[in-house]
Nanobody, 125 residues
Framework: VQLQAFGGGLVQAGGSLRLSCAAS????????MGWFRQAPGQEREFVAS????????YYADSVKGRFTISRDNAKNSIYLQTNSLKPEDTAVYYC???????????????????WGQGTQVTVSS
C-alpha cells in the first residue's frame, strides 16, 4: 500500500482544514487507517484511526470533539476534518495503514506497516 497525504496549510487559530490521504493498492478496504502527527522536537503521536469498514473510530484525547476521521473505500481515501485548530496542533501529519487495528499498535505506532510522506499543518495564534 502506498499512501499520499495532502491538504495541509497555514491557518489561524480556530480555523479548519481537511486533510486527505490517497492510497494505492487493491486491498485498501481491508486496512485499518489513521493519522499521526509530529511536531518539531517532539515524538510522533497518534491522532485518529478508522476501521476497515469505517464503523469504528478512535481519537486521541487532545483532538476528540474537534477532529473527525472518515474514509471512502470507493475512492481509496481517508480524510481528517480538523476544526477549532489550536497552535499546539501545528505538526506534520502522516497517514498510516496496517492490516491490524491501529489502536493495537499504539502508543508509538512504530510497528505500523505503511506510512505516507506527511503534510504540514501550521496554526498561527
Amino acid at each position: 500500500v502506498q499512501l499520499q497525504a495532502f491538504g495541509g496549510g497555514l491557518v489561524q487559530a480556530g480555523g479548519s482544514l481537511r486533510l486527505s490521504c490517497a492510497a494505492s493498492g487493491r486491498t485498501f478496504s481491508s486496512y485499518s487507517m489513521g493519522w499521526f502527527r509530529q511536531a518539531p522536537g517532539q515524538e510522533r503521536e497518534f491522532v485518529a484511526s478508522i476501521s476497515w469498514g469505517g464503523g469504528s473510530t478512535y481519537y486521541a484525547d487532545s483532538v476528540k470533539g474537534r477532529f473527525t476521521i472518515s474514509r471512502d473505500n470507493a475512492k481509496n481515501s481517508i480524510y481528517l476534518q480538523t476544526n477549532s485548530l489550536k497552535p499546539e496542533d501545528t505538526a506534520v501529519y502522516y497517514c498510516a495503514a496496517d492490516s491490524v487495528p491501529l489502536p493495537s499498535l499504539l502508543p508509538s505506532g512504530t510497528a505500523v506497516a505503511y506510512w505516507g510522506q506527511g503534510t504540514q499543518v501550521t496554526v498561527s495564534s
